[in-house]
């Protein structure tokens, strides 16, 4: 009802001021302001998250995205960007820079080749897609190692902290149940020797 209500009143306006509605109604349809639904592409990485990069073999992990349009389906043709921090840690790409430009593929998906590791530590590559009247962008994190050893080396250390913390909570525990066994007054002592918790005689 309310159309109807809203055409009478434009007619009545113009009735009495000569108020061109036709024009009203063209500048409402082509408001620049109003977005198309779905503008916006979707980025999936298939591969290079978390990725370990050895800067003494100078290997890395190369990424490999998805583009999706509006409806959820791979779509062909999208310009991928792919850049990376220009200090270190970083990674260049193929063309010796720190961005990289590649059109996805019948799969909707764009691979970057020849990528090279600088320096250690963790960094993230931004992507970014832009075509078909929409765009979408991604972060993707890596790592830089000096060696493979060094991976291996701080897997360990995160391993031996963690028994560590397991074994001191398992004393813990001991020690809790030593005290509510003897009534919350331990008879014995905890020492270098022998010591021995127990109830009271």
């Not at 999706?68 to 820079?97: E, W």
């Amino acid at each position: 009802m309310q159309q109807p209500v809203l055409a009478v009143l434009l007619s009545v306006l113009a009735a009495a001021t000569g108020f061109d509605v036709s024009a009203f109604a063209a500048q409402d349809t082509a408001n620049p302001a109003v977005q198309p639904e779905g503008s916006e592409l979707r980025i999936i990485v298939i591969s290079g998250e978390d990725g370990v990069n050895i800067v003494k073999k100078k290997t890395a992990v190369q990424p490999v995205v998805e583009v999706r349009d509006k409806n959820d389906l791979p779509i062909a043709g999208i310009a991928v960007t792919f850049s990376t921090p220009s200090y270190s840690p970083s990674a260049t790409f193929l063309n010796g820079g720190h961005s990289f430009t590649v059109v996805t593929n019948s799969a909707g998906r764009a691979t970057v080749t020849g990528m090279t590791p600088v320096g250690t530590g963790a960094f993230k590559i931004s992507v970014t897609a832009a075509g078909a009247g929409a765009a979408g962008a991604a972060v993707i994190a890596q790592t830089n190692a000096l060696t493979a050893a060094g991976v291996t080396a701080g897997a360990s250390t995160g391993l031996i902290v963690g028994i560590v913390v397991g074994v001191a909570a398992a004393v813990g525990i001991g020690l809790g149940v030593g005290l509510s066994q003897g009534g919350g007054k331990p008879t014995g002592t905890i020492g270098a020797g022998t010591g021995t918790i127990g109830p009271p005689h």
